[in-house]
């Protein structure tokens, strides 16, 4: 079957590059992706003009340096979200098994691709042409044959740019890395593994027994011996890429029973899209934007799954109207159903014995594997 080969891409300034991907009118213009409350507001990323201008992630937003006066850009969880799944879209075409912890970051199981793929730094230099391309993204790639080497490699890599840990050489690739770079390890701990006791380097940590490594720092300090031994070794998990129906809902000023009537006609389209899905809705959101620039987020599992307007609206309507009974008049409102899954109902005329939801996890773990379109549902939208 072959050797391991984990790819890891690291996308620094995704937050940035996804909110230019929502707002264009914000290119040329120096903003600031902010997170975070009040006086606790802090910097998630910034755009291409303030780098390099003392302005760096994680610092707060009342610490700027004097004379930058940058749009603050509130982080738009939802957008980065739909940002990250179509990616992982384009990146399914290279891996069967994409895991994403966070948005800017996916491992790749690039195991069995290479006569494919090509090369393992020839599939890191596509996928990087083609983020950059189809998105706008820059990042790097590390390549290794576990998790934790191939994230340290991307750290090593140039931006644009791979760094290939060859087979048989993780442990002295490991080795030389700093101390900071190893995730998992607090600020706290590091301070002490450097400034107590000197220590630079992953290396120099080799030295203790794991016991030791437990007595002076816990658990964080079990973490770096499984890490410099090389015995850190993590399973990908695949991302549970989650399609969704979004349908937007034009909203009359001050007159609820025309917004009722936008709710209808904008439940017909999303039912209509879902059958085409052929799967039912599980949850929803409802987004409401406000007259004075607020808004406001409703979420909600339904109590009824299905993919049918009439369902739907006996569920979603008793949520618009308490969004509507802020005295300021909505203008617009996103209904977004999410978590779709097949109607497992379908499998109904076998007995209920457990085998039903081991046949829908089977399809599901089929369509994790080959891609969603490679089994389809025996339905036809009428």
């Given at each position: 079957?072959?050797?391991?080969?984990?790819?890891?891409?690291?996308?620094?300034?995704?937050?940035?590059?996804?909110?230019?991907?929502?707002?264009?009118?914000?290119?040329?213009?120096?903003?600031?992706?902010?997170?975070?409350?009040?006086?606790?507001?802090?910097?998630?990323?910034?755009?291409?003009?303030?780098?390099?201008?003392?302005?760096?992630?994680?610092?707060?937003?009342?610490?700027?340096?004097?004379?930058?006066?940058?749009?603050?850009?509130?982080?738009?969880?939802?957008?980065?979200?739909?940002?990250?799944?179509?990616?992982?879209?384009?990146?399914?075409?290279?891996?069967?098994?994409?895991?994403?912890?966070?948005?800017?970051?996916?491992?790749?199981?690039?195991?069995?691709?290479?006569?494919?793929?090509?090369?393992?730094?020839?599939?890191?230099?596509?996928?990087?042409?083609?983020?950059?391309?189809?998105?706008?993204?820059?990042?790097?790639v590390?390549?290794?044959?576990?998790?934790?080497?191939a994230?340290?490699?991307?750290?090593?890599?140039?931006?644009?740019?791979?760094?290939?840990?060859?087979?048989?050489?993780?442990?002295?690739?490991?080795?030389?890395?700093?101390?900071?770079?190893?995730?998992?390890?607090?600020?706290?701990?590091?301070?002490s593994?450097?400034?107590?006791?000197?220590?630079?380097?992953?290396?120099?940590?080799?030295?203790?027994?794991?016991?030791?490594?437990?007595?002076?720092?816990?658990?964080?300090?079990?973490?770096?011996?499984?890490?410099?031994t090389?015995?850190?070794?993590?399973?990908?998990?695949?991302?549970?890429?989650?399609?969704?129906?979004?349908?937007?809902?034009?909203?009359?000023?001050?007159?609820?029973?025309?917004?009722?009537?936008?709710?209808d006609?904008?439940?017909?389209?999303?039912?209509?899209?879902?059958?085409?899905?052929?799967?039912?809705a599980?949850?929803?959101?409802?987004?409401?934007?406000?007259?004075?620039?607020?808004?406001?987020?409703?979420?909600?599992?339904l109590?009824?799954?299905?993919?049918?307007?009439?369902?739907?609206?006996?569920?979603?309507?008793?949520?618009?109207?308490?969004?509507?009974?802020?005295?300021?008049?909505?203008?617009?409102?996103?209904?977004?159903?999410?978590?779709?899954?097949?109607?497992?109902?379908?499998?109904?005329?076998?007995?209920?014995?457990?085998?039903?939801?081991?046949?829908?996890?089977?399809?599901?773990?089929?369509?994790?594997?080959?891609g969603?379109?490679?089994?389809?549902?025996?339905?036809?939208?009428?």
């Amino acid at each position: 079957m072959g050797a391991p080969l984990v790819f890891f891409l690291s996308l620094p300034h995704f937050p940035s590059e996804a909110a230019l991907r929502a707002r264009p009118d914000l290119k040329g213009r120096p903003f600031v992706v902010a997170t975070g409350d009040g006086g606790r507001r802090r910097v998630l990323d910034v755009s291409p003009e303030l780098r390099g201008r003392g302005v760096w992630k994680n610092m707060l937003l009342d610490r700027l340096p004097p004379g930058l006066r940058p749009e603050i850009v509130p982080v738009d969880a939802h957008a980065l979200r739909r940002a990250s799944e179509e990616l992982i879209v384009h990146l399914d075409r290279y891996s069967p098994v994409v895991a994403s912890p966070r948005a800017g970051e996916y491992y790749l199981d690039m195991k069995g691709t290479q006569s494919l793929m090509g090369r393992p730094l020839s599939s890191a230099g596509a996928i990087l042409s083609e983020v950059r391309r189809v998105f706008d993204s820059t990042g790097r790639v590390g390549i290794a044959e576990t998790k934790l080497l191939a994230f340290l490699a991307a750290r090593a890599a140039p931006l644009q740019g791979a760094f290939e840990v060859w087979g048989g050489c993780g442990l002295a690739f490991l080795h030389a890395m700093p101390i900071p770079w190893l995730p998992g390890l607090g600020a706290a701990t590091r301070l002490s593994m450097r400034g107590e006791y000197g220590h630079q380097t992953l290396g120099e940590l080799a030295a203790y027994g794991e016991g030791d490594l437990r007595l002076l720092w816990g658990e964080e300090g079990a973490l770096a011996h499984r890490a410099v031994t090389g015995r850190l070794i993590e399973d990908l998990v695949p991302y549970r890429f989650e399609r969704s129906v979004e349908v937007e809902i034009p909203l009359g000023v001050h007159d609820r029973e025309a917004s009722r009537l936008a709710l209808d006609l904008a439940l017909v389209e999303a039912a209509r899209k879902l059958r085409l899905e052929g799967a039912f809705a599980h949850r929803f959101d409802l987004e409401v934007a406000y007259g004075d620039g607020r808004s406001a987020r409703f979420e909600k599992r339904l109590k009824v799954p299905g993919f049918h307007e009439r369902g739907l609206r006996l569920e979603v309507r008793p949520v618009l109207d308490e969004a509507l009974t802020r005295r300021i008049y909505a203008v617009k409102a996103v209904l977004v159903l999410r978590d779709l899954r097949p109607p497992a109902r379908q499998l109904s005329l076998m007995a209920d014995d457990g085998r039903e939801d081991r046949i829908v996890r089977a399809f599901d773990q089929v369509r994790a594997r080959w891609g969603r379109s490679v089994l389809r549902l025996g339905f036809e939208p009428g």
